[in-house]
Each structure stands twice: as C-alpha cells, then as structure tokens.
C-alpha cells in the first residue's frame, strides 16, 4: 500500500482513478485530482500549508514538492498550487510555487518560494526557477538562474496533453497489474 498520511488532522485526498506507487510519500494538507499519478519515491509533503494538484499531473520519480509555512519572515507562507496536465520530471523540486496547465517542468529542475509558472510553459532539465519569478505563457525557459530561451513550438505545444495522456494510460495499466495490494 502507499505511503498516504494524516498530519495534524489533514488526510490527503485522491480524486477518481489516481495512481500513488507503494514507495511514494503523500503527507497531510494535500489534494490530488483525478487520473493523477505519483511514482516511486515521489515525495508530496503538506505539512505547514497546503498542496493542490489539478487532474491528470504526473509526479515522477524522486519529485520533491513541499510548502512555505507561515511566519513573520514569509506572511502567509506559500502553499504549492499545480494545474491540470502537468508533468514534473524525475527528481524535481517544487517548494511553494504555484505551477499553471499544461506545463512540462523537466528531470531536476527546482522552482522556488513564490514563482509562478504561467500555463504552457516548458522548464528545461536542471533549470532553477529563483524565488518570486514569473515565467510567461508559450516559452521555454532555460538555465540557472532560469532564463526564456525562445517561443515553444506548436509540436512542443501539443505534447503538453500527449505527454500527460501518456502517463493516464501508464498509471492505468500500473493499477491494473494491482500496484496497490501487497506483496
């Protein structure tokens, strides 16, 4: 069985169909929506704010998302907010940004503290969103610090829903084969 936990009265809740691997960590103040998938060793830790994500996202192996709890360094903290048809590649980290649709945030690439990842948005492969930047609509945004690269292409444009498709009938075929019963 996977790894789900209440924390400080807060179960995480799963949509319809969503696909969590027995090696992933789902803590607390977290909502995922239907046809998600969270594969192993994915980490998604609402613990001091909350944690929304939208239908049909992909969370992949050793993805980190978490929050910013409130204080007086950091007003309101920020919770981590994800659209619909998002996937985040193996071993990102997410920390109280909020992320828009369709948007592919690639392999080890972090976005920080308050970002902002408008919707149809490429973040290339270890590139590092600092903390507070917005990243606009129909670009791929490249680097450390991230920086917009060029205009994504309407071949880029139409994988955004192919690729989080792809990754619907993956998890199906997991949950299928009886991904949550135990060994």
Aim: hydrophobic share 40%; glycine share 12%; with cysteine.
């Amino acid at each position: 069985m996977a790894d789900i936990r209440t924390y400080q009265g807060h179960s995480p809740k799963l949509g319809e169909r969503v696909f969590v691997d027995r090696s992933a960590v789902v803590i607390g103040d977290v909502e995922l929506g239907d046809d998600c998938s969270v594969w192993p060793l994915a980490v998604i830790r609402g613990d001091m704010h909350h944690i929304r994500i939208g239908a049909r996202t992909s969370v992949q192996d050793g993805a980190v998302l978490h929050i910013t709890h409130a204080s007086d360094y950091n007003p309101g903290g920020y919770p981590l907010i994800i659209g619909d048809d998002v996937t985040i590649g193996h071993q990102a980290m997410l920390h109280g940004c909020t992320i828009g649709n369709r948007v592919l945030i690639g392999m080890k690439s972090m976005i920080m503290d308050g970002a902002i990842v408008e919707d149809e948005v490429i973040v290339a492969a270890g590139a590092v969103v600092t903390p507070g930047k917005r990243l606009e609509s129909g670009y791929l945004y490249v680097g450390n610090p991230a920086k917009q690269a060029r205009h994504i292409t309407e071949k880029e444009r139409s994988f955004f829903t192919y690729g989080a498709g792809n990754y619907v009938r993956l998890k199906d075929k997991h949950i299928a084969e009886g991904y949550d019963k135990p060994l």
